[in-house]
C-alpha cells in the first residue's frame, strides 16, 4: 500500500490498493464459503453456541465486518477466509469490506505518496510550492488522525455489542408462564 502511493500517488494508488483489496477480500471470502463452509456447519450442528453466533452473523453480519475491518484486530488475509465460515451475506461483506478498509488504504497510500512528493521535491523535479507541501503534511496527520478515531469509535462498538449479546435474557413474567391468577 505504501508502494502503490510512492508509485503511483494518492488518487491513482489509492485506486488500484482499494479496487485490489476488494476483489482479493471477495476471492477469499468466496473460496472458503464454497470450500469449507459446509464442513464447518456440518461439525458445528449440534453446537448451541455456533448456531446462535451463526445466526447473529446472518442478521448483523455487515455491521460486523464494517467495524472489524475499521478496527484491524483481524489481519485482512486471515478475516476474509473467516468471514467465508460465517453467514455473513456476500454482497452484505463486500460492501462492508469496501467501506472499511478505506480509512487504512488512505493512510497508508497517503504516506506513500508523501513520501513520492518528498523524492521529486528532493530530485527537483516537482514544481510544488511550501504551502502544497504543508497541506499534503496537514492532510497525511488529519487523514491519520481520522482512522485512529474511527479504530477506536469501532472498538467501543464492537465491545457494547459483545456485552449486549453476553447480558442474560430478562425472566418471563408469571403471566407469560402461564402462572396467572387463575381466573
Known amino acids: 500500500t505504501l508502494a502503490a502511493g510512492l508509485a503511483f500517488g494518492l488518487v491513482k494508488g489509492g ?10 477480500a471477495a476471492i477469499g471470502f468466496l473460496a472458503s464459503r464454497y470450500f469449507a463452509r459446509h464442513r464447518i456447519e456440518a461439525l458445528a450442528r449440534g453446537n448451541e453456541k455456533y448456531g446462535a453466533v451463526d445466526r447473529a452473523i446472518r442478521r448483523h453480519g455487515w455491521k460486523v465486518v464494517l467495524l472489524l ?6 489481519p485482512y488475509t486471515i478475516s476474509n477466509y473467516i468471514y467465508g465460515l460465517t453467514a ?11 467501506v472499511g478498509i478505506l480509512p487504512m488504504v488512505a493512510v497508508y497510500v497517503s504516506i ?8 521529486l521535491a528532493a530530485a527537483g523535479g516537482g514544481h ?56
Open 69 to 74: 475491518r475499521i478496527s484491524p484486530l483481524l
Open 88 to 98: 455473513v451475506d456476500f454482497v452484505h461483506y463486500l460492501i462492508a469490506t469496501a
Open 128 to 183: 510544488h510550492s511550501t504551502v502544497e507541501l504543508v497541506v499534503l503534511g496537514v492532510g497525511i496527520v488529519f487523514t491519520v488522525a481520522a482512522a485512529l478515531l474511527i479504530a477506536r469509535a469501532a472498538k467501543s462498538e464492537l465491545v457494547a455489542m459483545r456485552v449486549v449479546k453476553e447480558a442474560p435474557s430478562p425472566q418471563p413474567s408469571p403471566r407469560e408462564r402461564g402462572e396467572g391468577d387463575g381466573l
Open 112 to 119: 506513500g505518496a508523501a513520501g513520492r512528493e518528498a523524492a
Open 15 to 24: 485506486l488500484l490498493v482499494w479496487t485490489s483489496a476488494t476483489i482479493a
